[in-house]
């Protein structure tokens, strides 16, 4: 069975900084591509970061150097530094992993960047 711990959510103040960590299991997961996805309220799921099996790094638009994505496949981890945060970053968090003909799905983590 595939489970997700996320950990490393939560309330911030603007410009603080989060270190978001999803830890798998019941996967190979060095086999897998590996990603951090977000939605908030009214908006549609939308790709933050990932890392494929051999550490090429993906990052949406809005990142602008902010996050960074890193994996640890000997503890079958990947973790999201979230720096300069903003609150349109506010969302909940999700960890996904995936490879063809699979995709799964953490339960997400609560991120809020509010004053």
């Known amino acids: 069975q595939v489970q997700f711990v996320e950990s490393g959510g939560g309330l911030v103040q603007p410009g603080g900084s989060l270190r978001l960590s999803c830890a798998a299991s019941g996967i190979i997961f060095s086999f897998y591509d590996m990603g951090w996805y977000r939605q908030a309220p009214g908006k549609q799921r939308e790709l933050v970061a990932a890392i494929t099996r051999i550490g090429i790094t993906n990052y949406g638009d809005f990142v602008k150097g902010r996050f960074t994505i890193s994996r640890d496949n000997a503890e079958n981890t990947v973790t999201l530094q979230m720096n300069s945060l903003k609150p349109e970053d506010t969302a909940v968090y999700y960890c996904?992993?995936?490879?063809?003909?699979?995709?799964?799905w953490g339960q997400g983590t609560q991120v809020t960047v509010s004053s």
């Open positions: 996904n992993a995936a490879r063809p003909f699979e995709n799964y």
